[in-house]
């Protein structure tokens, strides 16, 4: 079983700044990338930003410039450093790990719960 813990969401001005934090644990073998999507109401759920386990980053053209994505030393925690925040950044943001449970496992996706952000003056 897989443990997904985010952290760092909350309300902040237009300008603002927050850093979501998402560590894995349990029955991890090997971690091939790890993601922040995010959902706004009435929207489907979107790519934000995915690093890979060789420090390849991906990011939505909506947020290049301003966010970061960035895995911790213990390569099993990821961070999403949001700057100059819109409103339009407004959603759930949801943690997202691609690993295997064991050696040639087939690799599957994990969820975490999601932490909402709020853009709001």
């Known amino acids: 079983q897989v443990q997904l813990v985010e952290s760092g969401g909350g309300l902040v001005q237009p300008g603002g700044s927050l850093r979501l934090s998402c560590a894995a644990s349990?029955?991890?073998?090997?971690?091939?990338?790890m993601a922040w999507y995010r959902q706004a109401p009435g929207k489907e759920r979107e790519l934000v930003a995915r690093?890979?386990?060789?420090?390849?980053?991906t990011y939505a053209d909506s947020v290049k410039g301003r966010f970061t994505i960035s895995r911790g030393n213990a390569k099993n925690t990821v961070y999403l450093q949001m700057n100059s925040l819109k409103p339009e950044d407004t959603a759930d943001y949801y943690c997202n790990v691609y690993y295997n449970r064991y050696y040639r496992d087939t690799p599957q996706r994990y969820w975490g719960q999601g932490t909402q952000v709020t853009v709001s003056s």
């Open positions: 349990g029955s991890i073998s090997s971690i091939y990338s």
């Open positions: 690093i890979t386990s060789s420090e390849t980053t």
